[in-house]
């Protein structure tokens, strides 16, 4: 069986690489999709632009949002998810630079499942992500519309 893929959005090359080292460390083995901005994003979980031909019915495994994105911010594709109707069940875990609070609280809002300010410390960051990574993707037990996808 195919694996969904992680969907990280994310505008810093430098919190990319280092995101992606840490997923593959944890060896959960999930492809991992990059988007560089919201409008990619967006374009890849509805099927637009260089996407017009991804099969939408697969859907990511887990969203990992940065906030603050060039062209469409992540409250921005939150609330495109939210008002999109399709199902709540794709984790989104917020992974942001912001401690605003308005952002937080605008995040819980439109259906953020996590809100995490990444830290700035290098081993400190990549452990989050690895905490993460095993904790949405190992630990925690989803709907089972969304279909097996541990193993």
Not at 125 to 135: M, P, S, W
């Amino acid at each position: 069986m195919k694996r969904p893929p992680i969907l990280l959005v994310e505008d810093n090359r430098d919190d990319v690489e280092l995101t992606l080292h840490a997923l593959k460390e944890c060896g959960l083995g999930f492809p991992i999709v990059v988007a560089s901005d919201g409008e990619e994003a967006l374009d890849y979980l509805f099927g637009r632009g260089i996407y017009i031909n991804r099969d939408t019915r697969d859907r990511p495994v887990m969203i990992l949002l940065d906030l603050q994105l060039p062209r469409v911010d992540g409250l921005q594709v939150l609330r495109a998810l939210r008002d999109s109707g399709l199902p709540g069940h794709i984790p989104v875990v917020a992974l942001t630079t912001s401690d605003e609070e308005n952002d937080i609280i605008s995040a819980y809002k439109l259906g953020v499942n996590s809100y995490i300010r990444k830290p700035i410390d290098f081993d400190q960051f990549r452990e989050t992500v690895k905490q993460v990574g095993r904790y949405w993707l190992s630990s925690n037990t989803m709907p089972p519309s969304i279909g097996p996808y541990h193993g």
